[in-house]
């Protein structure tokens, strides 16, 4: 058994009937390079059957400690079956992004079965123009955003033809739940080191109390963190060896995006060309995470102004860093921290707003360097294992409906990914749409995953705070194209004017 994280058990923690903590990828696939020109259920069984060694998040469910006395534990599944995780499911006539879309939002409005293991996978039949799509929903208790990709690379393959996998010399064999008594015991055993785990993360928390989300605008967190780094950097060890830097100090404007949200989800998606986004990347030395926060703030501002309901003050984002080192790879779970920052919703200038961006992104990139990356995972710690889902509930539910400032706006993630083709029991990988998660207080996601030459937006939001999300894509096309005027006519040569690209 292995006993999941205070960080992965948030994830749990915050799924409410409304609020889910499960994420996905849209694949869209051209089956014409398969075997027989098509991909079907058979061959996708097939593929994660030969593989599903290599994927311990796919054959493992959760086991609870009774009375929640510690942390669940992650379990090999002894009934397990792969049939039951993977679905086929059709569009009817004409099979367009509308129709898928509102498709995926439908499956991804609906929870896991915590009684197996936490993954589905839809094949979905119809697209036009003969495309396929295979949906991959799993709960991100089991995974973050690089383990995720990790998943991927298992499954996908560099050539048409797969390769070759090395299959275990013994299968794996599943386990049978351990009984309540047996859990029960282990509880209260674990109870001991709970203390031990507190104390352990009181001065990495304490020292940077102020740096985690709307700590701030309590009263004294910034005191208290001052003292109690103080106190750190008189004992030894690398507590005390950092410049304290000063926490960012901007709360976040009340917009429609961070109420309560319903239990629906809306989505759009579609690709960019990567080519225009690094000319203007060039042009502006910046980087291209900076071009697609002020590709993001460009349309949001847009898109509140057509409905009167722009802030004075900049929005925040959050944006989730990956602090997974070269050791930790492939031991899947939770190794993520997380950046916020103000966007340039503010800014009139289409410039001065790629500059801001860069600006505010150098600067939150400082403060986290000088944050241990374990904060998230030790804070986690102060919530003892029973409370954990009512206190995660009653925090998200307080940060939606309190009259105090939000703490963010929206969550914004850029995923740098592969250049070259890839392919999926034969068929070619066309594009890979993030399909994220939203919560209470935070009701927007926008994420970014690059691959080969474009880059594949994701946009799921509240279906009650957002009455259309297609408006926001074709938003982020028209702050691209405004963003390419601003190209030298040399560099602006090379790069035709941005267009959705068709994929």
């Known amino acids: 058994m292995r006993q999941l994280t205070s960080l992965d058990a948030q994830f749990l923690a915050i799924e409410t009937p409304r609020a889910f903590g499960h994420v996905g990828g849209l694949a869209v696939y051209d089956p014409t390079s398969a075997p027989g020109g098509e991909l079907t259920e058979r061959d996708i069984c097939r593929l994660i059957g030969e593989r599903i060694h290599l994927l311990p998040p796919f054959t493992q469910k959760l086991v609870s400690v009774p009375l929640g006395l510690d942390l669940p534990y992650w379990i090999e599944d002894e009934d397990f079956d792969l049939d039951f995780h993977i679905r086929e499911i059709g569009l009817a006539p004409p099979g367009d992004d509308r129709q898928l879309a509102d498709q995926v939002a439908r499956i991804m409005s609906r929870p896991l079965d915590r009684s197996r293991p936490l993954w589905e996978l839809y094949l979905i039949r119809g697209l036009e123009g003969g495309r396929d799509a295979l949906l991959t929903k799993i709960h991100h208790s089991a995974v973050d955003g690089v383990s995720g990709n990790e998943i991927l690379a298992v499954l996908l393959d560099l050539h048409p033809e797969g390769r070759e996998i090395e299959r275990p010399e013994r299968p794996s064999a599943g386990q049978s739940p351990p009984s309540d008594l047996s859990l029960l015991a282990r509880g209260l055993l674990g109870m001991p080191r709970h203390p031990l785990r507190l104390v352990g993360a009181l001065p990495t928390t304490f020292s940077h109390l102020d740096t985690l989300p709307g700590v701030a605008s309590i009263p004294g967190a910034r005191l208290l963190r001052r ?49 225009t986004v690094k000319a203007i990347k060039n042009e502006l030395d910046v980087t291209v995470n900076d071009v697609v926060v002020a590709l993001c703030a460009s349309m949001l501002r847009a898109w509140l102004q057509e409905r009167d309901e722009l ?193």
């Open 311 to 503: 802030p004075d003050d900049p929005l925040v984002a959050m944006v989730p860093v990956s602090v997974r080192t070269e050791e930790e790879k492939g031991t899947f779970g939770n190794r993520i921290g997380a950046m916020f920052v103000p966007i340039s919703t503010d800014e009139p200038d289409p410039r001065r707003r790629i500059e801001r961006a860069h600006e505010v992104m150098r600067a939150a990139k400082e403060r986290y360097r000088a944050t241990p990356a374990d904060l998230l995972q030790d804070a986690t710690q102060f919530v003892p294992p029973a409370l954990m889902s009512r206190a995660s509930r009653v925090t998200t539910g307080l940060l939606a409906r309190a009259p105090l400032p939000p703490v963010l706006n929206l969550v914004i993630s850029n995923v740098p990914g592969p250049r070259e083709p890839l392919y999926c029991a034969g068929a070619q990988l066309m594009a890979y749409y993030p399909v994220s998660t939203i919560v209470d207080g935070a009701g927007l996601n926008i994420t970014v995953l690059s691959y080969r030459d474009h880059m594949d937006v994701g946009i799921i939001g509240d279906r009650d705070q957002l009455d259309d999300a297609w408006p926001m894509l074709d938003g982020m096309r028209a702050a691209l194209e405004e963003f390419h005027g601003l190209l030298s006519s040399e560099a602006a040569a090379g790069v035709p004017a941005p267009e959705l690209v068709s994929i």
């Open 227 to 275: 003292a109690a780094h103080s106190v750190a950097g008189a004992l030894p060890g690398p507590l005390g060896n950092h410049e304290l830097l000063e926490a960012p100090t901007r709360l976040a404007p009340r917009t429609r995006f961070n109420g309560p949200i319903s239990a629906h989800r809306r989505l759009s998606f579609g690709s960019l060309p990567l080519d």
